[in-house]
């Protein structure tokens, strides 16, 4: 199974920085009711080409009952065995309703080294029960340009000072076209999605 047209990646647009790192930088603390397809992504990938453990956390999106959409560098490499779990329904990461992943697939385009196509799908076992704080997130036929978004995630507050939070963030984009963006910070990874905060203290880094 591929997946063949959706995009998810958010690309940084800042003359500063525009490092590749799982985080909001920045930003406001969010109301779950705000983000109600926010899903806390834990996987203990069981490496394929060594069997080691490794650790890892993302962003994920709930698409419908039992699938989210989530970054494919999250789950590339790792076993089909590998412990997932996804906690929804709470702006803190460890208080929410947690479900345990059956299993998922990663993009057929995606390249480790180039970001490229970086999206993937997990299944959960039971089904997400939607409510006020659970929903499923709508989908976009094209991107929004020139429109303002909002994204949310976990992660680092501050990357100079390694601040971290398990609390919900947000911040304000502006969606940016491909060649615009590429304009300032040169080539970005195919399937990406551009945005800007115009600020340098609040921003997505991926």
Not at 98 to 113: C, I, L, N, R
Not at 168 to 187: F, H, M, P, R, S
């Amino acid at each position: 199974m591929r997946i063949k047209s959706l995009l998810t990646l958010i690309s940084l647009i800042s003359p500063i920085k525009c490092e590749m790192e799982p985080f909001v930088v920045g930003g406001k603390r969010a109301k779950i009711k705000d983000f109600p397809h926010s899903g806390f992504l834990k996987v203990r990938c069981k490496e394929i080409s060594s069997g080691e453990i490794s650790p890892w956390v993302c962003g994920s999106s709930i698409l419908n009952t039992k699938i989210v959409l989530t970054a494919a560098h999250c789950l590339w490499g790792c076993a089909t065995n590998s412990n997932i779990t996804i906690t929804v329904g709470h702006s803190h990461n460890h208080r929410g309703k947690s479900h345990t992943g059956h299993s998922f697939v990663v993009h057929g385009g995606y390249v480790d080294t180039e970001f490229y196509y970086d999206i993937a799908l997990a299944r959960i076992n039971a089904e997400f029960v939607f409510g006020p704080t659970i929903k499923r997130v709508a989908l976009l036929k094209k991107p929004p340009y020139f429109e303002k978004a909002q994204v949310a995630g976990w992660g680092l507050t501050d990357e100079i000072m390694e601040i971290s939070s398990n609390i919900l963030y947000y911040i304000n984009q502006t969606v940016w076209k491909k060649e615009d963006c590429e304009d300032v910070i040169g080539a970005i990874p195919k399937g990406t999605i551009c945005a800007s905060s115009k600020r340098i203290d609040s921003y997505v880094a991926m």
